[in-house]
């Protein structure tokens, strides 16, 4: 998917340029407007990431508690330091270090406004004149639309559907040149599902060493691992490539609407975080606005003492949805999962055109879906990749049951094979 510019008009005279990129929101918009309004039946999204929606998703007691605490104390009311409360850099520096084989500090930790914030962050200062970043394809599209805002030249990498969606990493290579200065990899995947092993994740740490790239690891989905590999922190080889860690409690905790991020630097032989470089964030930070401070004032107890039950409970529910989403996708011909997925909330599915008789496109198929079986899915197109979709699990199982028994009559409504229906 490339990145295109338009004209705007400005006040007066000028005219301001603001990147053409698709957005799952936009999108996502686009859609609800096109279901039609005379038919009854809910509306059933499996397009945005956000499992708030459903009672069997719901975040832990004590992150509740800790938040309704912080904010009743009347202590957390005024501004924080730009680059985040101490207490909250430092539970978070230690949360983090559960994963890896040394101790972050807290002066490497940074907390944003969820972990959109934290891409724009780690993009931002990246940025200069020239140079390039190496995205995945596919890829959650907001990297595509900061990308473009700051002028970053955007390669896209292959990701291997077949291989378990992992990085072509003689793509890479091929790719990168001596202006390229980072690769982003999302780790559990996002749009795929995939969860990356120990050993493809020191082959990519040893690529990026040797072409001297820093490594930008979004691991937004942290732990949300439920297959047989195990989620394992990009920044275990922070100390063979500079490694920019990107998380939040949204999708572990169930919280996307508390906006509660960070921004960690894994650089144990210091080649990316010099002095100047920290100056430099730090800076940037004056001019962000960071999350609520009562919020942030909630952290350490949300980190400390979460009880490991809420954990395994949200990935139980989790694998059973993916299991159901991805058993009943083998039902409908025209789409098809290669990979069955061990992480995150979501998985891609490729369409087979040829068995519709009356669609052109992801797009097309996604927008009549909608109107006649009120049913959303997000294009492919969005994240990268056309004439696939990206389907979300996190919801129940009940409507995952019946959306799909709606897309399985939209194939047969569309079908080019009519016999046996």
Known sequence: MENGAKKSGGCGNGEIETPNTITIKGILGLLLANIDCNDKRRVISLGMGDPTAYSCFRTADVAEDAVVDSLQSQKFNGYSPTVGLPQTRKAISEYLSLDLPYKLSPDDTFVTSGCTQAIDVALSILARPGVNILLPKPCFPIYELCAAFRNLEIRHYDLLPNRGWEVDLDDVEALADQNTVAMVIINPGNPCGNVYSYQHLKKIAETAKRLKIVVIADEVYGHLAFGDTPFVSMGVFGSLVPVLTLGSLSKRWIVPGWRLGWFVINDQCSTFKTPKVIERIKKYFDILGGPATFIQAAVPRILQQTDEAFFTETINTLKLSSDICYERIK??????????????????????????????????????????????????????????????????????????????SFYQRHSNQQEGY
Do not use: H, Q
């Open 331 to 408: 039902d409908i011909p025209c789409i098809t999962c290669p990979y069955k997925p061990e992480g995150s909330m979501a998985l891609m599915v490729k369409l087979n055109l040829s068995l519709l008789k009356d669609i052109s496109d992801d797009i097309d198929f996604c927008f009549k879906l909608a109107k006649e079986e009120s049913v959303i899915f997000l294009p492919g197109i969005t994240t990268g990749l056309k004439n696939w979709v990206r389907i979300t699990f996190a919801v129940e199982p009940s409507s995952l049951e019946e959306a799909f028994g709606r897309v399985k």
